[in-house]
């Protein structure tokens, strides 16, 4: 008897959960663009029913996720061990520099990610947000967007989170305690800086999956941010990642980290040769139209835009 009432108590519940997500249409069309994944997000909703902030996160997460995916095939493999090498011979890059990557099949996240991973990445990212004091006045928003985010970009999914915690923590905890992230930040800056990085321009591939950065940190400055964001955010740092589409210097992509200070202020800083501080400071390029990555889509757009127009391109 004990046992049947607790499975309509499940029953019960789950319902609950799947009826407010039609007052959610972007929670509902994720849903239904699962297709048979679906039951595996609908998971994460009755994990955390009697939690309404981590139970918010994951709606955050789910509602979002629609856009979201990666490459698959085995030329991205097969280049990707590539990368990890010490050296390669000029004729395999000039082979792999003409293969066109991202014409490879996508994987969309809703379609297979597992519910294990979505908790764990929602747990880890919770116990970090708590546990720091410098995020005491870090509002879930802000939250959701420079610390919750299970991805950066089109990068293999990866359980990247605890392997860069309990690497880069452990580091940060034995030199500093305080309650000041920009102070947090700048050390942990300087543990990147040890492990180094290896600049890698020859072959443009998409995002590099974050396990494969912890083990080799190799590519441009987009991969730099990316080693970057993932060890800050695995410790509880609320950081992005902005970019230039064109630089104003010469006409190429560039991309470096921002730090989200206690008072709101993004401070740009990069892991190399740019410790965050607050004191004003330029990093000596010119000014320009600077864009930064967010996990959630941008809903206020200027209404003179017609998103119709083809004229426009389609990154606008």
């Known amino acids: 008897m004990r046992n049947l009432s607790l499975a309509i108590l499940f029953v019960l519940v789950f319902f609950i959960i799947i009826s407010c997500s039609f007052g959610d249409r972007r929670l509902e069309q994720a849903l239904s663009f699962a297709g048979d994944n679906r039951t595996e997000l609908e998971k994460v909703l009755i994990y955390y029913r009697g939690d309404p902030e981590k139970l918010e996160a994951a709606r955050f997460l789910i509602r979002n996720m629609p856009h979201w995916y990666s490459y698959k095939g085995w030329q991205l493999d097969s280049v990707c061990h590539l990368i990890t090498q010490d050296s390669l011979p000029r004729g395999l890059i000039r082979e792999w520099s003409n293969v066109s ?13 597992t519910a294990d991973y979505l908790i764990e990445n929602i747990d880890l990212a919770f116990d970090v947000w708590k546990e720091k004091s410098w995020n005491r006045n870090l509002k879930f928003d802000d939250f959701c967007e420079l610390i919750l985010p299970y991805r950066i970009d089109n990068e293999p999914l990866s359980s990247w989170r605890k392997l860069y915690h309990d690497y880069y923590a452990l580091l940060l905890d034995s030199v500093y305690q305080g309650e000041d992230v920009v102070e947090a930040c700048r050390v942990l800056c300087k543990e990147l800086h040890k492990k180094g990085f290896h600049y890698f321009t020859d072959i ?7 396990t494969l950065l912890f083990r080799r940190p190799a590519g441009y400055c987009r991969d730099a941010c990316d080693f970057t964001l993932y060890a800050m955010r695995a410790c509880g740092i609320p950081v992005a990642t ?10 190429h992509f560039h991309s470096w980290n921002t730090l989200r200070d206690t008072t709101g202020r993004f401070i740009v800083f990069d892991s190399e040769e740019l410790e965050p501080t607050r004191e004003p400071r330029s990093d000596g390029r010119r000014k320009g139209k600077a864009y930064r990555y967010c996990f959630g889509v941008q809903e206020t757009l200027n209404p003179a835009t017609d998103l119709t127009d083809t004229r426009i391109p389609s990154f606008f």
């Open 204 to 210: 443009t591939i998409p995002h590099i999956d974050g």
């Open 242 to 251: 902005e970019f230039f589409r064109y630089a104003p210097d010469y006409q």
């Open 101 to 113: 990557f991202y014409s490879l099949p996508k994987v969309y996240d809703a379609q297979v990610i």
